[in-house]
């Protein structure tokens, strides 16, 4: 079993940024996983915000976070992070984090049927 642990969501102004981390736990994360961040706003379909290649660090981004938002990992801790930069309204949701058993690096975005751990999720709001 995997546990999955995001924190860091918040209230921030537009233009401001946030940092969120997901603590994974469980079992040590080497060769099988990717890791991805997806997002839920109200009344909205969770959506693929970005995924990492826990192996080799390779990341992939939806095109609306392309340039803001950067997916980092400290492997010592098991930990992955989503850094967010240059927020807009429109980026707030309930921010995930989900974990796929694999021994594929991401090659396409990934849906949130194809994960096989979740964390309970962060809000995160961004005011005009």
């Known amino acids: 079993q995997v546990q999955l642990v995001e924190s860091g969501g918040g209230l921030v102004q537009a233009g401001g940024s946030l940092r969120l981390s997901c603590a994974a736990s469980?079992?040590?994360?080497?060769?099988?996983?990717?890791m991805g961040w997806f997002r839920q706003a109200p009344g909205k379909e969770r959506e693929f915000v970005g995924a990492?290649?826990?192996?080799?660090?390779?990341?992939r981004y939806v095109d609306s976070v392309k340039g803001r938002f950067t997916i980092s990992r400290d492997n010592a801790k098991n930990t992955m992070y989503l850094q967010m930069t240059s927020l807009k309204p429109e980026d707030t949701a309930v921010y995930y984090c989900?974990?796929?058993?694999?021994?594929?690096?991401?090659?396409?975005?990934?849906?949130?049927?194809?994960?096989?751990?979740w964390g309970e999720g962060t809000l995160v709001t961004v005011s005009s």
């Open positions: 989900a974990a796929k058993i694999t021994t594929w690096a991401p090659t396409s975005d990934y849906a949130a049927g194809d994960m096989d751990y």
């Open positions: 469980g079992r040590t994360f080497s060769r099988y996983y990717a």
């Open positions: 990492l290649d826990w192996r080799g660090g390779n990341t």
